[in-house]
């Protein structure tokens, strides 16, 4: 699988992410920060975070191929690799058809892009590739160190681990939200997991996991929010998370919903780490 990134790490957007918030969240034993948002293809919120810590392990989720040429991304990475070494994932991916007007053939577009990425010296394990779907995730173990989903279930990893098999990354993402009031939790969630109805990527794949139009209608049913933003005490959330590990992930990044995430940081590495 290349770089170690442990059982558990966090996603967090780059804007929210900074050293002090990385030194914290290294001392609770996290093995991984994962920058989300389509971080910027310089990287430098990557090396950042790395220059503040000294060991966790950085990844980016993700760098959005139509955004940032893969020539610039391999300077980058390089830069980074050279300084702190086994120590950076670079995650990379289509990001969604609705936001980019140069959206074409996206699975030909990342494989060009794998391409370029070979070209410049950028090694597989070094990379990995966002994937929902059963030929991305193939591509993913074929041509990266793995996959890399986002905004789907424990089914969804145990399906995805039948398409690796054994020895590819296989690094999904989990939102959670400390509360355990129902209805004060759902609303958290349902802020976040509604803006993703309103793309194909995702309504398409969670359609396949057996979710109805129903379920997706609006900004999303009960059981949808219940599944994709995992809430209750701290041992509730732990469990939703674990059973991504128990279906054949190597790696949960979870990403906390709550206002204030720090303290859900300190909270779920009591039970989970």
């Known amino acids: 699988m290349g770089i170690?990134?442990?059982?558990?790490?966090?996603?967090?957007?780059?804007?929210?992410?900074t050293p002090e918030l990385a030194r914290e969240v290294e001392e609770l034993g996290y093995g991984a920060i994962w920058i989300g948002g389509s971080p910027s293809g310089d990287l430098a919120k990557a090396e950042q975070l790395l220059d503040a810590t000294k060991s966790i392990k950085v990844a980016t989720g993700i760098v959005n191929i139509?955004?940032?040429?893969?020539?610039?991304?391999a300077e980058a990475y390089k830069r980074i690799a050279a300084k702190h070494p086994d120590r950076f994932l670079l995650g990379i991916g289509a990001g969604h058809r609705e936001h980019t007007a140069e959206f074409k053939k996206p699975y030909t577009a990342l494989v060009e892009y794998l391409d370029a990425l070979d070209a410049a010296g950028v090694p597989v394990e070094g990379r990995a590739l966002a994937a929902l779907g059963p030929k991305v995730i193939k591509l993913a173990g074929d041509r990266?160190?793995?996959?890399?989903?986002y905004l789907m279930t424990p089914e969804h990893s145990r399906q995805a681990r039948e398409i690796l098999g054994e020895g590819p990354l296989l690094a999904p993402e989990q939102k959670v939200v400390l509360e355990t009031d129902p209805e004060k939790a759902r609303a958290i969630g349902r802020g976040t997991v509604k803006y993703y109805l309103g793309l194909v990527n995702y309504t398409n794949s969670l359609r396949k996991l057996g979710f109805t139009d129903e379920d997706l209608a609006g900004e999303g049913s009960d059981r949808l929010v219940d599944a994709l933003a995992v809430h209750g005490d701290a041992e509730t959330v732990a469990r939703g998370v674990t059973a991504h590990l128990e279906a054949g992930a190597d790696h949960v990044n979870i990403q906390v919903l709550n206002s204030d995430p720090l303290p859900v940081y300190r909270a779920l590495a009591g039970v989970l780490l």
Not at 66 to 73: F, L, R, Y
Request: cysteine-free.
């Open 66 to 73: 139509w955004k940032d040429d893969a020539a610039t991304v």
């Open 144 to 149: 990266t160190a793995g996959a890399h989903p």
């Open 4 to 17: 170690e990134l442990g059982r558990i790490g966090i996603w967090q957007l780059e804007g929210v992410l």
